[in-house]
Nanobody
Framework: QVQLAESGGGLVQAGGSLRLSCVTS????????MGWFRQAPGKEREFVAA???????DYVDSVKGRFSISRDNGKKTVYLQMNSLKAEDTAVYYC??????????????????WGQGTQVTVSS
């Protein structure tokens, strides 16, 4: 059974930084695409970033130049470095892993495995 566990969320002032981590257990991490999604209050969950097993990276436009996704296959961990945080980045951030073929990396249905989420709050 594959399990994902996020950490690193918290409260930060606008302009600050946080680094989220997502540790996986079970499965073969190096074979997985890994993604980060977020859900703000009253909004649908949205794609933030993804890193494929090949290392190809995708970002939603709103975080380009501020967020950076990376992975450490030896530690079975994916990271999301978030800089220059804005109030609109406030959300629950979810880690997702695996990949279902026939869809796209920015879609939720691309990922069979999900973490429980970690809260990120940016005060303005």
């Amino acid at each position: 059974q594959v399990q994902l566990a996020e950490s690193g969320g918290g409260l930060v002032q606008a302009g600050g930084s946080l680094r989220l981590s997502c540790v996986t257990s079970g499965g073969t991490f190096s074979n997985y695409a890994m993604g980060w999604f977020r859900q703000a209050p009253g909004k649908e969950r949205e794609f933030v970033a993804a890193i494929r097993r090949t290392g190809i990276i995708d970002y939603v436009d709103s975080v380009k130049g501020r967020f950076s996704i990376s992975r450490d296959n030896g530690k079975k961990t994916v990271y999301l470095q978030m800089n220059s945080l804005k109030a609109e980045d406030t959300a629950v951030y979810y880690c997702a892993g695996g990949f279902n073929s026939g869809t796209y990396y920015y879609r939720e249905d691309a990922y069979p495995y999900w973490g429980q989420g970690t809260q990120v709050t940016v005060s303005s």
